[in-house]
């Protein structure tokens, strides 16, 4: 882990709890974190829940982000919600570009692009997601299908824009599935993101935060958060659970 970048631990919660059940969690959650100064949290529930969330995390530091957006301001765009409209809440950050999205909802890299430059226009924290299918994985095709997801959604970033931008390498055969990367494997990935962002950016990309992400649990959150270019994790599952979240925030890099 490199010390100028803070880490940061992010949930997305999917579709899952009510706004009653979101009060619930950070009742539970809060105390549980308390004292810890040298990272960032991140909590990103469903629309629905996005206020009792903030309600919720009141006077913590834990920040509270949502999990897609469109790129355009206001229109007729039926059951969508735009930046602006986020940032009125007081939502900072946005998933973009979650491997369920683009499978499911079509989600393609020329809306990533669009999206990822609204949301920094907005004044919201992208994290923008990546990753492999298994095939993909199997036919050595890794590397290629990040850049070309990266290149193509981060094309309307300026360099200088970069310690805004967390970017989550998440392999889709690890999502959900209960199938972690190996740590190696996730610093490989993610070693090799930096890198491809140093020739695009030079410098600057060290100032990107690059996640993991897939399957993280309290079980393997120390290992991985030892990996030197992983600055921090997007968790699915098992942040829904404020005592398993709570570990797994507050990791500790083994010696
Ligand atoms: C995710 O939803 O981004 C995710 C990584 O899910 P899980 O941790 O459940 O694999």
Not at 191 to 206: M, Y
Request: a negative charge; proline letters at 4%.
């Amino acid at each position: 882990m490199n010390a100028a970048r803070r880490p940061l631990m992010a949930g997305n919660w999917k579709m899952y709890k009510t706004p009653v059940e979101t009060a619930g969690f950070f009742a539970a959650f809060r105390p549980l974190i308390r004292g810890l100064t040298d990272r960032d949290v991140l909590v990103c529930p469903p629309f629905v829940d996005l206020e009792a969330a903030l309600r919720g995390a009141e006077g913590s530091a834990v920040a509270v982000g949502a999990q897609t957006m469109h790129h355009v301001a206001e229109g007729a765009f039926s059951g969508e919600v735009s930046a602006a409209m986020l940032r009125a809440l007081g939502v900072t950050h946005v998933i973009l570009g979650h491997s369920e999205r683009r499978q499911y909802f079509a989600e393609n890299d020329a809306d990533l692009a669009l999206k990822v430059r609204a949301a920094l226009d907005a004044g919201l924290l992208p994290v923008l997601c990546c990753g492999e299918t298994l095939a993909e994985r199997e036919a050595g095709q890794t590397e290629d299908k990040v850049d070309g997801q990266l290149a193509a959604d981060l094309q309307a970033v300026e360099a200088a824009e970069l310690p805004r931008v967390a970017i989550a390498y998440e392999p889709i055969w690890a999502i959900g599935t209960g199938k972690t990367a190996t740590p190696e494997m996730a610093q490989e990935t993610v070693g090799f993101i930096r890198r491809r962002l140093r020739s695009r950016f030079g410098e600057a990309a060290d100032a990107a935060r690059l996640l993991y992400g897939g399957s993280v649990k309290a079980a393997n959150i120390d290992q991985l958060m030892a990996q030197p270019d992983i600055d921090g994790v997007l968790v699915g599952g098992a942040s829904l659970d404020a005592e398993e979240f709570a570990r797994i925030v507050r990791f500790s890099e083994p010696a």
